[in-house]
C-alpha cells in the first residue's frame, strides 16, 4: 500500500475560527479572499448583470465600471434611505 503524501496545508479549525484568526491578524485565512473568492464573487455578480440585462457587458476592472453599457452601472451599487448610509 502507497504511503500518504506528505501534507502541504495546515488543517483548518473550521470555517470561523479560521476567519477569526485571521482578523487577529494571526496568519491568513484558508479562504484566501484577496486572492481568489474576491474576483471569484465580482465574477458571478457581473454575470447576473449580464443575464439581467440579456446582454453582453464588459468589464473595465481599473475604473469599477461597465464600459460598453453604461446604462447598467447603476446595478452596481445601491441607494440607502437617510438614516443607514454605511
Known amino acids: 500500500m502507497a504511503d500518504p503524501p506528505d501534507q502541504t496545508y495546515e488543517r483548518s479549525p473550521g470555517i470561523y475560527a479560521d476567519w477569526l484568526r485571521a482578523c487577529r491578524g494571526e496568519g491568513t485565512a484558508n479562504t484566501h479572499f484577496p486572492d481568489y473568492a ?3 464573487t465580482e465574477t458571478v455578480l457581473l454575470g447576473n448583470v449580464a443575464v439581467r440585462s440579456q446582454r453582453t457587458v464588459e468589464w473595465n476592472a481599473e475604473a469599477g465600471e461597465i464600459s460598453n453599457r453604461p446604462a ?3 446595478h452596481l451599487s445601491t441607494s440607502h434611505r437617510t438614516g443607514w448610509a454605511l
Do not use: E, F, R
Request: zero cysteines; charged letters at 15%.
Open 72 to 74: 447598467l452601472n447603476d
Open 38 to 40: 474576491a474576483p471569484l
